[in-house]
């Protein structure tokens, strides 16, 4: 992500129904793990799942390769550090959780950065890992954020496996808006999904996305697949 984009995500983060929607998830998973520990947020932009980890009580690091980044979450206050996913100077086995939210899907190595994940997290430890999926939906706004791959439920396990960390879930997200993101993107050439919304447009989605959580829908294709795994314990 380059700074430009990091500007942008930064600007709407907090008011954009898919970054509130995404951060809802996060904390559910730390209210499901219920202890706290060392967590570490890799691909952590502007901090916004950073500050999520630390007002559940996590001690928590940023890690980001855009030095624009980096400098934004050191001047909330956090702990970050300038880092490639695929070489963490990081200590091996400290690390309760890991979060590497729409990170993977960024890097042409991506089993390096899994194995990275795994190397840092304690044994017990877990990831808790978001990627956009189905190639079908590829198009200029894949391109437009520098992304080289969408993943399936498959491909996504047998990365996180290949790594040596046991899948515990894999579900889909954003399944409602599916057949409007499809539509959107294949008709518009360019990249209008970080644009500001309008608000009776946002709130629309945050109502979907809302409704989203209360359905059965976590099988059924959608916009992004989330996965959590774990480091075996010794």
Request: glycine share 6%; net charge negative.
């Amino acid at each position: 992500m380059d700074t430009i984009e990091i500007q942008r995500v930064v600007e709407i983060e907090d008011d954009n129904w898919w970054y509130r929607e995404r951060r809802e998830i996060v904390a559910r998973e730390l209210r499901r793990t219920g202890a706290t520990g060392r967590a570490v947020d890799i691909g952590a932009a502007g901090g916004g799942n950073t500050r999520v980890l630390l007002d559940h009580g996590w001690k928590a690091t940023a890690v980001d390769n855009t030095e624009a980044a980096v400098d934004l979450c050191l001047s909330q206050g956090l702990d970050a550090c300038y880092a490639d996913a695929r070489f963490l100077p990081l200590p091996s086995a400290e690390f309760d959780l890991a979060l590497a939210l729409n990170v993977l899907e960024h890097i042409e190595d991506d089993a390096a950065a899994a194995a990275e994940i795994a190397r840092v997290l304690r044994p017990g430890g877990a990831v808790l890992v978001s990627v956009p999926c189905d190639m079908r939906l590829w198009s200029t706004h894949d391109v437009a954020l520098g992304r080289v791959r969408r993943y399936t439920r498959a491909s996504l396990a047998e990365t996180l496996t290949d790594a040596g960390l046991v899948v515990d879930r894999i579900w889909s997200w954003n399944v409602l808006v599916r057949p409007f993101v499809r539509l959107r993107r294949h008709r518009i050439a360019h990249c209008e999904d970080m644009a500001h919304l309008h608000p009776a447009l946002n709130e629309s989605l945050s109502l979907l996305a809302s409704l989203e959580r209360r359905l059965p829908l976590k099988s059924w294709p959608g916009v992004s697949l989330f996965a959590r795994a774990y480091q075996p314990a010794e």
